[in-house]
């Protein structure tokens, strides 16, 4: 099998990081194809020996052509939350591409259980992960958890009023590093295993949103309080914040998910896969602290 390795969005905050524990690994820059709507964006990469390609999602044919020569191709899923099912069809306009450039195994970055999730956006990675499984391809569906990262959304306005409105209520979230999710991926990306695979990859524990805060008021010196609200009240207040109407569905949605408990999962899945316990959020939260306004 071809062991050329596809990195589709090279330029996004995941897909660098990937690249970065690729190489890491000691998977020679020759090997690693770097894909992305902005080549210029990468000139670091191309100047290491990584071959970097222009690749759209919304371009079916220069997808295929951009895809030649690859062995394993990783879809890193779109940020074309529109409402609309946009991102599906550019997940599929891949999927297909892949097919056409005779690539041997497909790899995707999905979400736990998307069967049934109440987030928005669930059906865009439930349909990419049939189009994947309907090619018959070996296949990896990394089902990424919710990253520690997503919490600098929501904390630093939180953190400065004293009060963090949620309507979660005795929700838990397994909140995971992107950098140990990268490293899991790539720790995966270089098996040569030809048989399907499917990671789950979270964190090690459940925290509720009360936990959360307690640890960023540890972690800062800021003390904050939650204050539970309904879905109703805490859309209306992302709308006074000015935040646009459809991640405000999406954010909702997300408040719906963890109350659900849908985000509660913890597997071993990542230490598995790289060998030692992902970052504790604690000390995520510590690390990070000044980007939390502390």
């Known amino acids: 099998m071809n062991d050329k390795i596809f990195v589709t969005g090279a330029a996004g905050q995941l897909g660098r990081l990937v690249i970065k524990q690729l190489l890491a690994r000691g998977v020679a820059p020759h090997r690693i194809i770097a894909g992305t709507r902005s080549p210029e964006k990468l000139a670091d990469l191309a100047a290491a020996g990584i071959e970097v390609r222009r690749a759209d999602f919304e371009d079916s044919r220069g997808l295929a052509e951009a895809f030649n020569g690859a062995?394993?191709?990783?879809?890193?899923?779109?940020?074309?939350?529109?409402?609309?099912?946009?991102?599906?069809?550019?997940?599929?306009?891949?999927?297909?591409?892949?097919?056409?450039?005779?690539?041997?195994?497909?790899?995707?970055?999905?979400?736990?259980?998307?069967?049934?999730?109440?987030?928005?956006?669930?059906?865009?990675?439930?349909?990419?992960?049939?189009?994947?499984?309907?090619?018959?391809?070996?296949?990896?569906?990394?089902?990424?958890?919710?990253?520690?990262?997503?919490?600098?959304?929501?904390?630093?306005?939180?953190?400065?009023?004293?009060?963090?409105?949620?309507?979660?209520?005795?929700?838990?979230?397994?909140y995971v590093g992107r950098e140990d999710i990268a490293e899991a991926m790539a720790a995966a990306l270089t098996t040569s295993a030809s048989e399907s695979r499917t990671y789950t990859l979270t964190g090690s524990e459940a925290l509720s949103t009360e936990d959360i805060a307690r640890l960023a008021s540890?972690?800062?010196?800021?003390?904050?309080?939650?204050?539970?609200?309904?879905?109703?009240?805490?859309?209306?207040?992302?709308?006074?914040?000015?935040?646009?109407?459809?991640?405000?569905?999406?954010?909702?949605?997300?408040?719906?998910?963890?109350?659900?408990?849908?985000?509660?999962?913890?597997?071993?899945?990542?230490?598995?896969?790289?060998?030692?316990?992902?970052?504790?959020?604690?000390?995520?939260?510590?690390?990070?602290k000044s980007a939390f306004g502390a």
């Open 71 to 174: 062995g394993t191709v990783l879809i890193i899923s779109t940020d074309a939350l529109d409402g609309t099912d946009t991102r599906l069809k550019q997940h599929r306009n891949a999927v297909s591409a892949a097919v056409a450039a005779d690539v041997k195994r497909l790899a995707y970055t999905s979400q736990p259980n998307p069967d049934s999730s109440l987030l928005t956006f669930a059906p865009d990675h439930l349909g990419t992960e049939q189009a994947i499984k309907a090619t018959g391809l070996p296949y990896v569906i990394f089902r990424n958890g919710w990253y520690q990262e997503n919490l600098l959304r929501a904390l630093p306005n939180a953190l400065k009023s004293g009060q963090w409105h949620s309507a979660a209520e005795g929700g838990r979230t397994s």
């Open 218 to 288: 540890q972690a800062t010196g800021r003390i904050l309080s939650v204050a539970h609200v309904t879905d109703g009240q805490f859309a209306a207040g992302l709308k006074a914040a000015g935040v646009p109407e459809i991640f405000v569905s999406v954010l909702v949605s997300a408040e719906a998910e963890t109350r659900a408990g849908n985000l509660s999962i913890v597997t071993d899945h990542v230490e598995s896969l790289i060998g030692h316990a992902p970052r504790r959020l604690a000390e995520y939260l510590r690390e990070a």
